[in-house]
């Protein structure tokens, strides 16, 4: 993967990942504080029930304690007071009592406990009251709860009982008022807030028994009063608050946090019962949508955080790369011979420094490489002047005893002169010779003309040199070399001196011979690559060691006794005038391959007459 992509991609997940972390992070906080909103509302809500129930239960009480002090109910107990009284007369004194003041449950209950007049149920009169047991504490203390019976039902009312001071047998006034959908409409509800009460009248859960002042006969929340039975059934189980989200539908924002609160009262025995649980609702919609707004807008961030990172990437790969790029490629143009490179970065950053210390880097390797090349140059001269001076140690030293044995024939041997003349004249003319082969030899090698750059096909050049040794390689009275050529047609023309080619290939290809005099297989192979081409030259000779593979390019370096140790430094300069590179491979009895490596410069061959 390029940098610049790694860096768009690093920029992306980095704003991808911070996006989502402060979404998580806005909805977790927002998540919470709504939790937090929720109790407090709650807790408020049932602070406002507790207040209203209070103040209804004050109005309640001081209602009843109206009624115990009337001049009617007063008079009423005085004449029950005699003996024996009829209670027949006040059938309808509860009723008339409970519109008076406003109440919707009154009884009138005789000291015995038997009940004088009811205005909730009137067919009551002269039944015992089943909450008898408990007047005479209730008498005492404020409102409370109570299930009372009616002729159709049941119904949960707040109650308070006051006695009348009259005569020894006081008369009990119990009076209250229903918590029904009038009760749950007078609270204060803050926005998105509801309160339901369901009556516990059995040990089933009951729908009837769900009181909703809210509710419209087509509401789904009507419809579904069952989705409420598991906290109701636990608040029966647990005898405590619970609170559950109850799901009306798929759409999360139908949702609802419900919070039940058990509401006790007395039963005959005056032993703690569950009688209503009322049931605080709170919507969910606002959390819900503004969670799908973070999450809309931590999507519409998220994708422009991702344009601007593909923007800021591009740009700060564009600040970055473009620099190290220049670096690359002046890298490649030092790597590739070109010392003069430079990289031009502005500014005073760390991409500025380094192009300034590669700069400065190549001047010294310039520098460095000229004082190398004058030393190489030097120690070439010096070579030069060894070799040269060896190999023409050689002749001489034949021709200053020709010489010698000449002036001595002269002078002692006047009679055998001329015998030793012809004799020393044969001697100094081959020496003599030799001598111009070798200065020819090493005049041939400082000659090395320039390439003459043209169209060259490589193969049909590889296949000249064959053809020039073919016979060479099949002449009676040697062992036969068999050549094999494996040529790869896709290798097209190249820009070459064809003649300074066929040179460096018809040396390689007499050395290989050379090598082999046993016989053997010669094997020339062309390849086309990504960028180059390669040129291998295999025999199947003696092979050399590694110690000899590192010095066999080295100028008048030899290993074969009529050697100059100039073919192969002359192919490997006609290789480095084409820009390539040689190098060799060889094992000890296996053979020796040459590789030339040659730049793919394609040009167009000339058009035809």
Not at 412 to 429: A, G, I, N
């Amino acid at each position: 993967m390029r940098f610049r992509r790694k860096l768009l991609a690093v920029f992306a997940l980095t704003v991808f990942l911070s996006v989502a972390a402060v979404a998580w992070l806005v909805s977790e906080v927002t998540r919470r504080a709504f939790g937090h909103s929720d109790e407090e509302r709650t807790a408020a809500l049932v602070t406002e029930f507790r207040r209203e129930f209070n103040r209804q239960g004050e109005d309640v009480t001081r209602r009843v304690e109206t009624i115990a002090g009337s001049e009617a109910v007063n008079r009423m107990a005085m004449v029950l007071n005699r003996t024996p009284a009829e209670s027949s007369p006040y059938f309808e004194s509860a009723k008339i009592a409970a519109e008076n003041n406003r109440l919707d449950l009154l009884e009138f209950v005789e000291s015995d406990g038997t009940i004088i007049s009811s205005a909730q149920w009137p067919a009551k009169f002269g039944y015992p009251d089943e909450a008898f047991v408990g007047f005479s504490r209730a008498e005492e203390q404020g409102a409370f709860l109570k299930q009372e019976s009616l002729q159709d039902g049941s119904v949960l009312g707040l109650f308070a009982v006051r006695p009348t001071r009259v005569g020894e047998r006081p008369v009990y006034v119990m009076g209250g008022r229903r918590l029904d959908k009038n009760f749950l409409a007078q609270l204060d509800l803050p926005a998105g807030m509801r309160a339901l009460l369901y009556q516990n009248r059995g040990d089933h859960f009951s729908s009837e028994a769900l009181i909703d002042p809210s509710a419209v006969s087509d509401d789904i929340r009507v419809r579904a009063p069952e989705k409420l039975e598991p906290v109701i059934d636990a608040v029966r189980r647990y005898g405590q608050e619970m609170t559950a989200v109850v799901a009306w539908s798929e759409d999360q924002a139908e949702h609802e946090v419900f919070h039940a609160i058990p509401l006790m009262g007395a039963d005959a025995e005056n032993h703690p019962a569950l009688l209503a649980i009322l049931l605080i609702g709170n919507s969910r919609r606002p959390y819900v949508e503004l969670k799908r707004h973070i999450r809309s807008a931590a999507l519409l961030m998220g994708g422009v955080g991702i344009v601007l990172a593909i923007l800021l990437s591009s740009w700060a790969a564009a600040r970055v790369t473009r620099p190290v790029e220049q670096l690359a490629h002046a890298a490649r143009e030092v790597a590739g011979g070109n010392w003069n490179a430079r990289v031009e970065v502005p500014g005073r950053d760390e991409l500025a420094q380094l192009a300034e210390s590669f700069n400065r880097m190549t001047a010294e390797l310039l520098g460095q490489k000229e004082r190398l090349v004058q030393a190489e140059r030097v120690a070439a001269w010096r070579e030069l002047a060894r070799r040269l001076a060896h190999e023409l140690k050689n002749p001489l030293f034949p021709l200053q005893l020709t010489v010698e044995n000449l002036v001595r024939a002269r002078e002692h041997s006047p009679e055998q002169f001329e015998e030793v003349f012809r004799e020393s004249s044969r001697t100094l003319l081959a020496e003599i010779s030799n001598l111009k082969q070798i200065v020819s030899r090493f005049s041939e090698f400082s000659k090395m003309p320039p390439p003459q750059w043209q169209a060259v096909r490589l193969n049909e050049v590889i296949r000249g040199v064959v053809q020039l040794f073919q016979a060479q390689m099949e002449a009676p009275g040697r062992a036969r070399i068999a050549c094999s050529l494996q040529l790869d047609e896709s290798v097209g023309p190249i820009a070459a001196d064809a003649e300074l080619l066929h040179r460096a290939i018809s040396n390689l290809v007499l050395n290989a011979i050379e090598a082999m005099p046993e016989g053997g297989r010669l094997t020339l192979r062309t390849l086309a690559e990504d960028g180059k081409i390669l040129i291998e030259v295999a025999d199947t000779g003696a092979g050399m060691p590694a110690e000899e593979c590192e010095r066999v390019f080295t100028p008048y370096y030899t290993s074969r006794k009529n050697g100059t140790g100039l073919g192969l430094a002359i192919v490997q300069s006609v290789v480095s005038d084409h820009g390539g590179r040689v190098g060799v491979q060889s094992t000890v009895g296996a053979g020796t391959t040459f590789v030339i490596e040659l730049p793919r410069n394609m040009v167009a061959l000339p058009t035809a007459g």
